[in-house]
C-alpha cells in the first residue's frame, strides 16, 4: 500500500471522530466560557486550527491546485505570521509572552502546546486527517479544564501533556521511524519528482515556510544549464557511493538512501534520485520533525524550508522538560523496539544519510529567554541514557559497520549580493582535483606517522596552545595513523584526521568566532586535560553561568565533560581564500570550514559504529587510529563508548602561528608555519593565498 493509500485509508477510519472535533473547535471559537485572561489564548490558537483544517480541506477536493501563486504565498505567510517580522515577541507560542500574560507555570505549559499545534501545518498540507484529529482532541481537552472554572492547576494541564505524548508514541513516534526507512511513505518524494520545477507554485505544496531564500535558489538554479545541474548532482551521489567502497562496504545490499536537503534544490534533487535509483536506492525523503514527540533539540534533521523564527525553535529546544520522566524514556524506547522489529528487512536495507546542506543565513545567537524550559539534572540524566540506549537500538537493525552517509553544502541567496559568484566559486570548490589533494595529503600523513604528538599554536590573540597525542606504528611499512579524505562523504576535498590518544593530549584550542549547527559561538575556548574539555567559556551573554550553559547545551550536549573525538588538518586553501574574497569566513558551514584549518572534533570518533571494518589509504596503507580510550569501551559496555554527539571545532589559517609534527627524539617537522605550508610538497597548497596578496598588490 503506498503513501496516499494509506493516508485516504486512516482518513476514511477517523472521519466521524475528525468532524466531531472540527465542529467543537467552531462552537469554541465564538465562546467566552474560560476565566477572562486565557481567552485570547484559546480564540487565537482556534482560529489556527480552523485556518489548518481550511488548508487540509482545499488540499482534499483539489481547490488548492487551482489557487494562484499570490494565494498560495498569502497563505503561506499566514500561516507562518504570527513568528514573522518580530511578532513572535508578542505571540503564545514565545514562551516569555506567555508566561507574562498566564502565569509561568501555566504560560509553559501553554506555550508548549501553540508549539504543538504549529506542528499541524505539515500534516494539513499531508492531509493527514488523524494526526490533526489528534491535534484537535488535545487541545479541546485542555479547554475543557478551563472551561466555567476559576483556574485549573498547572498539574492537570501537565498531566494532559504527558498521556498525549506518552499515548501517542505509538502513532508519531512510530510512523516517524517508518518514515526513514520505507521509500513508500515519502510525501515530499512525489512532488520533487513529478512537479513542475520551472514555476514556484511546487514550493508551497510542501507546507515549509517558504522565503526569498528557497524561492532565490530555485530561481538560481533554472538559470544553470543542465550539465551543471548535473555536475552537482554526480558529485552528490558519487561521493555517497565512493564512500561505500574506500570503507569496503556493500552498496548492493542496501535498497534506499534518505536525501535530506532544503526546499529550492528540487532540480538537483530530482537529478540526484535518479542517480541513486541507478545505483539501486529508492529515496526516503522524510520532514524535519516539529512535534514534541519526535523533534531532537531545535535541530532540523530531514527536508525544511526556512526558520520563521530561529528563536522560537531555541526557546522550544526542550520542552520535554515539562513532563519527561523515566516512564516516558521506557515508553519510547519501547516503541523503537517494537517498530523496529516489525520493521527489520526495511532497516537492513537502509544506506545511509545523503545530506545536501545550505549555508549564508545571518549567524544565530540566541537570547537568554527565563520562561523557556529547561531539563532539570535528573532529566539531562535521563536524556543522556535515551541517547545512548536509543543509539545501541538504532544500531541492531540499521548496523553502523553497513551504513555510510555523504554531506554536501550550498549557498543561499542571503549570503549576498554575490550571491551568483559564490554559488559558481562553490561548485568549483566542491569538484576540486581529489587526486593532486591525494597526492598532497599523502605527504602530510608521511610527516605525521613519525610523530608522537602534533602541536598547534595559536597567533596574535588566539590563545591556542594545545598537544595532540598520537597513537603509536606497530608497522609503519603497512600501517598509518591518519585517513587521506578524497571528497567522498565529506565534500570537499581536504583534510587528513585521525582519532588522537587521549592520554597525553594536552592544552587549550581557542576560536574567535565560530558557527556550530546554526549558532554562533564567539572567543569559543575549550581547555583538554588527558584529551577530555576540562573547562570552558565563550563571550556571546554578557554573564559567565549563561556562556557556559550555551556550550554544556549545544556543545558538550549535556554531557560533563566530553573526548577528543577528532584531530585534522584541512589543506582546502581554495575554500578558504573564497570565503576571505567575498567576507564570507562566518557564514561558511563546518562541512567546508572544517577543510580550512585544522580542526578538532569533541564526542565521538568518526569511526563510531564501525571500528572493527578494515579501512586503508589510497596508498595501501591501512589506517589503525579508529578508536581512543573511551570508545574501545565498546567491547564491554557500549553504553559507556558513545555520546551520539560529533561537532567540529576549526582554528581558521590566519589564526594559526605553527602547526608542527614531534618525533620521539624531539624533532620538530614543521607542517604550517604563519599561516602557510611549509612541508616540502605541500607548498601547491599556498597559491590560493598566494595569488590573493598578488591580486591587492
Not at 17 to 26: C, E, F, G, K, S
Not at 117 to 137: K, P, Q, V, W
Request: contains cysteine; aromatic residues 10%.
Amino acid at each position: 500500500m503506498n503513501r496516499k493509500e494509506k493516508s485516504d485509508q486512516r482518513n476514511k477510519q477517523c472521519g466521524e471522530r475528525h468532524a466531531l472535533a472540527v465542529n467543537r473547535l467552531r462552537e469554541m471559537a465564538a465562546e467566552e466560557t474560560v476565566p477572562q485572561k486565557y481567552q485570547i489564548y484559546f480564540q487565537d490558537v482556534t482560529i489556527f486550527l480552523l485556518e489548518l483544517e481550511n488548508v487540509r480541506r482545499k488540499i482534499e477536493d483539489g481547490s488548492w491546485e487551482r489557487y494562484s501563486l499570490k494565494q498560495k504565498q498569502s497563505l503561506n505567510e499566514i500561516l507562518y505570521s504570527g513568528l514573522l517580522y518580530g511578532r513572535y515577541k508578542t505571540n503564545f507560542a514565545n514562551p516569555a509572552y506567555a508566561a507574562e500574560q498566564l502565569g509561568l507555570e501555566m504560560g509553559r505549559l501553554l506555550s508548549l502546546l501553540c508549539a504543538e499545534m504549529r506542528s499541524g501545518i505539515a500534516y494539513a498540507f499531508e492531509n493527514r486527517m488523524d494526526y490533526l484529529t489528534i491535534l484537535y482532541e488535545l487541545f479541546i481537552e485542555v479547554y475543557n479544564c478551563f472551561e466555567n472554572t476559576q483556574e485549573p492547576e498547572p498539574k492537570t494541564v501537565r498531566e494532559i501533556l504527558y498521556w498525549y505524548a506518552s499515548d501517542y508514541c505509538d502513532v508519531f513516534l512510530a510512523e516517524r521511524i517508518e518514515e526513514q526507512i520505507n521509500p513508500e511513505c515519502s510525501f515530499a518524494a512525489e512532488i520533487i519528482e513529478n512537479a513542475d520545477l520551472e514555476t514556484d507554485d511546487y514550493l508551497y505544496r510542501f507546507g515549509e515556510y517558504v522565503s526569498e531564500n528557497e524561492l532565490g535558489t530555485a530561481h538560481y538554479l533554472r538559470t544553470l544549464p543542465e550539465e551543471t545541474l548535473k555536475k552537482m548532482a554526480d558529485v552528490y551521489t558519487e561521493g555517497y557511493r565512493i564512500g561505500f567502497i574506500n570503507t569496503g562496504k556493500d552498496l548492493s545490499a542496501k535498497s534506499t538512501v534518505n536525501i535530506r536537503y532544503t526546499l529550492g534544490f528540487e532540480k538537483v534533487v530530482r537529478l540526484a534520485v535518479d542517480n541513486f535509483r541507478k545505483m539501486g536506492l529508492k529515496p526516503v525523503i522524510y520532514r524535519a520533525a516539529s512535534s514534541v514527540i519526535t523533534k531532537r533539540d531545535q535541530y532540523r534533521i530531514g527536508y525544511h524550508g526556512a526558520s520563521a523564527c530561529r528563536q522560537y525553535e531555541y526557546d522550544h529546544r526542550q520542552d520535554q522538560a515539562l513532563f519527561l520522566d523515566k516512564r516516558y524514556i521506557e515508553r519510547r524506547l519501547e516503541v523503537m523496539k517494537t517498530v523496529y522489529e516489525k520493521n527489520k528487512e526495511l532497516a537492513a536495507g537502509f544506506a545511509g544519510p545523503a545530506c545536501m546542506e545550505t549555508f549564508g543565513e545571518k549567524p544565530f545567537s540566541p537570547e537568554k529567554n527565563e520562561a523557556a524550559p529547561v531539563y532539570s539534572d535528573a532529566q539531562r540524566r535521563l536524556v543522556l541514557e535515551y541517547d545512548s540506549r536509543s543509539g545501541r537500538l538504532t544500531n541492531q537493525y540499521i548496523r553502523g559497520e553497513e551504513r555510510s552517509f555523504t554531506i554536501i553544502a550550498w549557498p543561499v541567496p542571503e549570503i549576498g549580493e554575490n550571491y551568483p559568484e559564490i554559488f559558481n566559486e562553490v561548485i568549483r570548490i566542491n569538484t576540486l582535483d581529489a587526486e593532486l589533494y591525494t597526492k598532497v595529503q599523502q605527504t602530510l600523513i608521511d610527516a605525521l606517522d613519525q610523530g608522537d604528538y602534533v602541536h598547534v599554536l595559536g597567533k596574535g590573540n588566539n590563545q591556542t596552545d594545545i598537544r595532540v597525542k598520537l597513537r603509536k606504528l606497530n608497522d609503519p611499512e603497512k600501517e598509518t595513523l591518519f585517513e587521506n579524505c578524497v571528497a567522498d562523504v565529506n565534500i570537499p576535498v581536504g583534510e587528513v584526521f585521525t582519532t588522537p590518544c587521549l592520554e597525553g593530549t594536552e592544552g587549550v584550542l581557542h576560536v574567535s568566532s565560530v558557527y556550530l549547527e546554526g549558532l554562533w559561538f564567539r572567543d569559543l575556548k575549550l581547555t583538554f586535560k588527558e584529551g577530555r574539555i576540562a573547562d570552558y567559556m565563550c563571550a556571546d551573554f554578557d554573564e559567565k553561568e549563561e556562556n557556559r550553559k550555551y556550550i554544556y547545551d549545544n556543545v558538550l550536549k549535556n554531557h560533563e565533560t566530553l573526548p577528543l573525538g577528532e584531530f585534522a588538518i584541512g589543506t582546502n586553501t581554495t575554500a578558504y581564500m573564497a570565503a576571505k574574497k567575498y567576507g564570507i569566513e562566518d557564514k561558511m558551514p563546518i562541512l567546508i570550514a572544517e577543510k580550512t584549518g585544522p580542526h578538532f572534533a569533541v564526542g565521538d570518533t568518526c569511526y563510531s559504529w564501525s571500528e572493527d571494518i578494515r579501512v586503508y589509504n589510497p596508498n595501501g596503507k591501512e589506517i589503525i587510529a579508529k578508536d581512543n580510550s573511551v570508545s574501545i569501551l565498546r567491547k564491554e559496555d557500549a553504553s559507556k563508548a558513545y555520546f551520539n554527539c560529533h561537532t567540529d571545532i576549526t582554528l581558521p589559517y590566519d589564526e594559526l602561528e605553527e602547526i608542527s609534527v614531534v618525533t620521539k627524539e624531539g624533532k620538530a617537522i614543521i607542517l604550517l608555519k604563519d599561516g602557510r605550508f611549509v612541508l616540502t610538497g605541500t607548498e601547491v597548497l599556498n597559491e590560493p593565498l598566494e595569488e590573493d596578496i598578488k591580486c591587492q598588490k
